[in-house]
Antibody
Framework: EVQLVESGGGLVKPGGSLRLSCEAS????????MTWVRQAPGKGLEWVSS????????HYADSVRGRFTISRDNARSSLYLQLNSLKVEDTAVYYC???????????????????WGQGTVVTVSS | EIVLTQSPGTLSLSPGERATLSCRAS???????LAWYQHKPGQAPRLLIY???NRATDIPDRFSGRGTGTDFTLTISRLEPEDFAVYYC?????????FGQGTKVEIK
C-alpha cells in the first residue's frame, strides 16, 4: 500500500524556519517525481514545488522561490521542504504528493498526482 | 503562467442529480496534463481523472471527464452523498503546475 506521511509542521514566528518531511512507503520512491502542494485556510490548493527523480530538475512557485528549498533522499524514501523567511501568508496545510505517469494515455504520456499524504499544518504567527 | 478558471464557484444540487463542472485554461494545454481531484475537509485530495478523460483506479464510472485544448469538463452523472466536496482541476506544467480555484458541490 502506498503511503505518504508528512511531519515537521508547527507554529513559527514570521521570519522563522521549519523543515517539513514526507516519508514514503509501499512503492519505489526513487522512480517517482515528487511534489509539495499547500492549502491556506479557506483557500484552494496551491502548487509549491516539484523535483525530479535524482533532484536534477527542481521547480518552485513564484510565491516561495528563494525562500523554500525542496530536496529528497532516495535511500531514506523521504522528501523534504525547507521553509525559510516564513511569512504569515505561508500559513497552510502542506501536502506531499507522488507524481504518477501513464506512458500510453490516448496518444501521449500523462502526468498527475496519484497519491497524497494527509498533510502537516504550518502556522506562521507572531 | 497558465491560469485555470473553474466555474461555477459553488454548485447546489440534490443527491441523484447530475453535476457539470467546468475548467478553462488561459492557453492551450492539450489534454495529457489535465487532471481532476476531489477534496474533502480533513482528508487528502483524491485523484479522479487524468489525461482529461481517464478515470483513476477505483473511481466509480459516474465520474467522467472530457475536453482538450482550453475547455474541460468533469461530470458526475448521479450524485451520491459522498460526492459532496470541492473539486479541483490541475495542469501539470513543464516548469509550473497550476490548480483551478475549485468548485464546491454542496447539498441543496
Amino acid at each position: 500500500e502506498v503511503q505518504l506521511v508528512e511531519s515537521g509542521g508547527g507554529l513559527v514566528k514570521p521570519g522563522g524556519s521549519l523543515r517539513l518531511s514526507c516519508e514514503a512507503s509501499g512503492f519505489d520512491f526513487s522512480s517517482h517525481r515528487m511534489t509539495w502542494v499547500r492549502q491556506a485556510p479557506g483557500k484552494g490548493l496551491e502548487w509549491v514545488s516539484s523535483l525530479s527523480l535524482s533532484s536534477t530538475t527542481i521547480h518552485y512557485a513564484d510565491s516561495v522561490r528563494g525562500r523554500f528549498t525542496i530536496s529528497r533522499d532516495n535511500a531514506r524514501s523521504s522528501l523534504y521542504l525547507q521553509l525559510n523567511s516564513l511569512k504569515v501568508e505561508d500559513t497552510a496545510v502542506y501536502y506531499c504528493a507522488r507524481v504518477g505517469s501513464t506512458r500510453y494515455c490516448g496518444g501521449g504520456s500523462c502526468f498527475y498526482y496519484d497519491y497524497w499524504g494527509q498533510g502537516t499544518v504550518v502556522t506562521v504567527s507572531s | 503562467e497558465i491560469v485555470l478558471t473553474q466555474s461555477p464557484g459553488t454548485l447546489s444540487l440534490s443527491p441523484g442529480e447530475r453535476a457539470t463542472l467546468s475548467c478553462r485554461a488561459s492557453e492551450n494545454v492539450g489534454r495529457y496534463f489535465l487532471a481532476w481531484y476531489q477534496h474533502k475537509p480533513g482528508q487528502a485530495p483524491r485523484l479522479l481523472i487524468y489525461g482529461a478523460s481517464n478515470r483513476a483506479t477505483d473511481i466509480p464510472d459516474r465520474f467522467s471527464g472530457r475536453g482538450t485544448g482550453t475547455d474541460f469538463t468533469l461530470t458526475i452523472s448521479r450524485l451520491e452523498p459522498e460526492d459532496f466536496a470541492v473539486y479541483y482541476c490541475h495542469h501539470y506544467g513543464t516548469s509550473q503546475d497550476t490548480f483551478g480555484q475549485g468548485t464546491k458541490v454542496e447539498i441543496k
